[in-house]
């Protein structure tokens, strides 16, 4: 019953979202509006106010970020083997498996089914995430194929609200310092309207895609929801020390569907088509995958 309270609310605003999109009673304009004023102003309040009070400590140990992304660079590595082998250059396909939509569907989920106290395992995979992924696919792209190592675009992805968010909150918790009760209620009314903006904004961008399935864009979804997770549960249980809390966040997170942000690396149609296709269809069969991982470690 705790899975379906956690999942219901996620994916019906989702949903929501989606139609909003689709009969354009959202139009593009206010749609961009509140993308940004979601991910500028509303994500990272909330980001802000959850690790200001989190237990910095439990979010900070190596067992963590190793048990997240050895299996990123796992998945990372396969699928663009296949796929390079395949198309003969580099693809994003790889970055599709192993970027997760954490933000927009894994910040959701683990708060409803942990609380606050769950976001410090997430906080902890964020500060890293985009800028690792992003990092290993230019790389890769580089020594593939024609493609420079843009170092300026790879540090601009320290400087987004969202990490400064981050950035902040820790140093008001580790300084101790206390935020007057009414500007911190001010806080915690902004952090309440990121949740359910962003995933009508996810349901919105989902509806400017167009579901084109394949064998290749199925394999590639099943590697994000099943494999991913899979190796995370996997490795996150033989590490010692690493706690049940923290392996749960950490499966859930691997769990994720596909971050849109991939789309930005797709260079070509046929890349555009994959990753728009992986996305769409990974974020819907998450509605069925994702209790069953949910089962498994709650």
């Not at 609310?9 to 989606?18: A, D, E, R």
């Not at 139609?19 to 961009?32: D, I, P």
């Not at 910095?56 to 396969?78: E, I, N, Q, R």
Request: proline share 6%; with cysteine.
């Amino acid at each position: 019953m705790l899975v379906v309270q956690a999942i219901l609310p996620i994916f019906g605003l989702i949903v929501l979202g989606y139609l909003l999109g689709w009969r354009q009673w959202l139009s593009g304009e206010s749609a961009a509006g509140l993308a940004n004023i979601t991910f500028k102003l509303f994500m990272p309040t909330l980001l802000f106010a959850g690790i200001a009070k989190a237990p910095l400590a439990d979010g900070l140990s190596p067992l963590l970020l190793l048990a997240y992304y050895l299996p990123v660079l796992l998945v990372f590595g396969l699928v663009n083997l296949v796929a390079h082998r395949r198309r003969g250059a580099p693809t994003p396909l790889g970055l599709a498996a192993a970027f997760s939509n954490n933000v927009l569907v894994g910040i959701p989920l683990v708060t409803s089914l942990m609380g606050p106290a769950g976001l410090v395992y997430v906080f902890a995979i964020l500060v890293f995430h985009s800028l690792t992924l992003f990092s290993l696919h230019s790389v890769y792209a580089a020594l593939g194929g024609q493609e420079r190592v843009d170092g300026r675009a790879l540090l601009k992805n320290l400087a987004n609200p969202m990490i400064i968010g981050l950035l902040l909150g820790a140093l008001l918790n580790l300084s101790g310092l206390l935020v007057p009760q009414p500007l911190w209620r001010m806080v915690e009314w902004l952090a309440q309207a990121a949740l359910p903006c962003a995933l009508i904004v996810l349901g919105v961008s989902l509806s400017r895609y167009r579901l084109r399935p394949s064998r290749g864009v199925l394999g590639l979804a099943m590697a994000k929801l099943l494999l991913f997770p899979a190796l995370v549960w996997w490795l996150s249980g033989l590490l010692p020390g690493l706690g049940e809390a923290a392996r749960s966040v950490l499966v859930l997170l691997a769990a994720c569907p596909s971050g849109v942000n991939v789309l930005a690396f797709a260079k070509t149609p046929e890349d555009t088509r994959s990753v728009s296709s992986a996305v769409f269809l990974s974020t819907l069969l998450a509605a069925l995958t994702l209790p069953l991982w949910m089962l498994l470690v709650i």
